[in-house]
T-cell receptor, first 113, second 111 residues
Framework: ETGVTQSPTHLIKTRGQQVTLRCSSQSGHNTVSWYQQALGQGPQFIFQYYREEENGRGNFPPRFSGLQFPNYSSELNVNALELDDSALYLC????????????FGEGSRLTVL | QQQVKQSPQSLIVQKGGISIINCAYENTAFDYFPWYQQFPGKGPALLIAIRPDVSEKKEGRFTISFNKSAKQFSLHIMDSQPGDSATYFCAAVGGSYIPTFGRGTSLIVHP
């Protein structure tokens, strides 16, 4: 069974640029969610995708957007990067029953200069 | 608004000691309370979880104590080991199945 994989693991961008982060969900998991984890903080919910549609969103501006593909993989796009966007971005998948247990990837560390 | 409050922010324990991390929640609609463990450079991983129909759940050295009336729950790590050194997050989940996380506790267990 393949776990959640994310790419890239690290990246550096400058303010105003755009970034795309990618995630492959765990086998059999059809729901993918994205979290932002700032240094020393808990994960903050960005949004969730189920059957290729966004079905939940946290308190993040519209410049944070996403996609889910038919194979359940997902992308997180952030436009007009700001310094405060520097964080670890975590992707998590859940089982179809949605018990609340999340299976996290190792994250993409984004630094905005 | 912080819906799940976690304390302490950091904790240092000697090997063999008991580590205790506390969380409190506000929303009575929460009905699932997981704890996640995160090692440096890794994503969080589910450690243990409890539902409010029981007051305690034990898995090996890890125990969750749950007080529904006080809206509090805690993680106890018995016989703490250096390998337990990690950041621990409590969370609360309601009908949306989207967890609300606490801010985390950095645990260091000295040999």
């Amino acid at each position: 069974e393949t776990g959640v994989t994310q790419s890239p693991t690290h990246l550096i961008k400058t303010r105003g640029q755009q970034v795309t982060l990618r995630c492959s969900s765990q086998s059999g998991h059809n729901t993918v969610s994205w979290y932002q984890q700032a240094l020393g903080q808990g994960p903050q919910f960005i949004f969730q995708y189920y059957r290729e549609e966004e079905n939940g969103r946290g308190n993040f501006p519209p410049r944070f957007s996403g996609l889910q593909f038919p194979n359940y993989s997902s992308e997180l796009n952030v436009n007009a990067l700001e310094l405060d966007d520097s964080a670890l971005y975590l992707c998590a998948s859940t089982t179809p029953r949605g018990t609340g247990e999340l299976f996290f990837g190792e994250g993409s560390r984004l630094t905005v200069l | 608004q912080q819906q799940v409050k976690q304390s302490p922010q950091s904790l240092i324990v000697q090997k063999g000691g008991i580590s205790i991390i506390n969380c409190a929640y506000e929303n009575t609609a929460f009905d699932y309370f997981p704890w996640y463990q995160q090692f440096p450079g890794k994503g969080p991983a589910l450690l243990i979880a409890i539902r409010p129909d029981v007051s305690e759940k034990k898995e090996g050295r890890f125990t969750i104590s749950f007080n529904k009336s006080a809206k509090q729950f805690s993680l106890h790590i018995m016989d703490s080991q250096p390998g337990d050194s990690a950041t621990y997050f409590c969370a609360a989940v309601g009908g949306s199945y989207i967890p609300t996380f606490g801010r985390g506790t950095s645990l260091i267990v000295h040999p």
